[in-house]
């Protein structure tokens, strides 16, 4: 989403990768970032608790990423490739909305889209926006290309094109509506009970709520 639940685990398995008993000669290097994507602490993850995982020595890491930052980072990519994949289902940013019943339901969809990645993917999602996030958002957002933060100031200007709010969107209309699914998010993954409904129920209230809010 635009801008800057996982279940409980026992005491002597938070934070473990799955154990993976083989590897292909060269595989290594894919190995290790599906372990790092399967784990239920990606952000707490050790080069350590990861090697044990793959069965290889910490050394074997090094051959493939320079430090465990470059690891999280090239893990952070495919996160933000994933969230955007999302987002590219529920409308084509290259085309303006047809209508204004099509405006407001690519806001309810990336709000519906970035709480169900959060909900489906909670590891990486902290990985991606917690409180360690802002290096691997640096690297993980290259500015040629597009990118998951670029689909919400999209709908939003949707939304004035199309007449549903009058006022042409700027940064910080773009930082309140990021801030309304984002800290819907951080509810639920906190377990808060009014969070905790549907998702397309929060979606289109959250979405109905930024609309107002707008004029």
Known sequence: ??????????????????RVKRFHHGSLRQTLLDAALAAPDIEGLSLNQLAAGAGVTPAAI?????????????VACIGFD????????????????????????????LAHAY?????DEPALWQLMFGSQAAAYRATAQPMARRNSYDYLPAA?????RCGVV???????????????VHGTAML????????????????????DRVVRSLG
């Not at 989403?1 to 799955?18: A, D, N, V, W």
């Not at 709480?115 to 909900?119: E, I, K, P, T, Y």
């Not at 377990?191 to 289109?204: I, K, N, Q, T, Y």
Request: no cysteine; charged share 30%; glycine share 6%.
């Open 1 to 18: 989403m635009p801008y800057e639940m996982p279940r409980l685990q026992s005491r002597s398995t938070r934070g473990s990768p799955p």
């Open 62 to 74: 090094y051959r493939h990423f320079a430090s465990r930052e470059d690891l999280l980072g090239e």
């Open 82 to 109: 994933r969230l955007e994949a999302r987002f590219a289902e529920v409308f084509d940013i290259d085309r303006p909305p047809a209508s204004a019943t099509d405006a407001r339901a690519r806001l309810e969809g």
């Open 115 to 119: 709480l169900g990645f959060a909900d």
């Open 156 to 160: 939003l200007l949707g939304l004035h």
């Open 166 to 180: 009058a006022r042409a969107p700027d940064e910080r209309d773009a930082l309140f509506a990021w801030s309304a």
């Open 188 to 207: 639920r993954a906190g377990r808060v009970p009014a969070a905790l409904g549907p998702v397309s129920v929060l979606a289109s209230d959250v979405a």
